[in-house]
């Protein structure tokens, strides 16, 4: 994906005090959606990648497993709620096709989910650096 297509951001668990991602890629146009991890070997610890809209993924050609945290829009002061998180998604054959109410997806280094405690409703901040 082009440099261009992605910007670098922070991902903050509010609720429980964590850091999701640092560096935090973000794909936002559709060909950084449809590309999203595929084509790297691995995603480092402590990255991620925020596909912006999302309320599904698949892992088609993906070549190692992820956690993918669902979250909502943005309420007024920018914070989204986390509405569904999915541990280690399987390579090729991993599926979550829909979420209701996400509007946006996290995807994240396995363990990334447990090592921050982040649960269903916890409040989420996205924030993208210049």
């Known amino acids: 994906m082009s440099p261009s297509a992605r910007g670098r951001g922070i991902a903050r668990n509010l609720d429980r005090g964590s850091v999701l991602a640092d560096p935090l890629e973000t794909a936002g146009s559709f060909w950084g959606k449809l590309m999203g991890l595929m084509g790297r ?6 990255e991620g990648l925020w596909l912006p809209g999302g309320n599904g993924i698949h892992m088609m ?3 190692f497993p992820i956690d993918a945290v669902f979250v909502t829009g ?3 002061e920018g ?3 986390v509405r ?3 541990r280690h998604v399987r390579a090729w054959t ?3 096709p829909l979420v209701v109410g996400a509007h946006g997806v996290l995807e994240l280094p396995v363990g990334t989910i447990d090592a921050t405690g982040t649960r269903v409703g916890d409040r989420v901040a996205i924030v993208e650096r210049a």
Do not use: K, T, W
């Open 79 to 81: 914070v989204r709620q």
């Open 94 to 96: 991993g599926l979550v």
């Open 61 to 63: 050609f993906m070549r």
């Open 74 to 76: 943005a309420d007024a």
């Open 41 to 46: 070997a691995a995603l480092p610890p402590g």
């Open 84 to 86: 569904s998180v999915h």
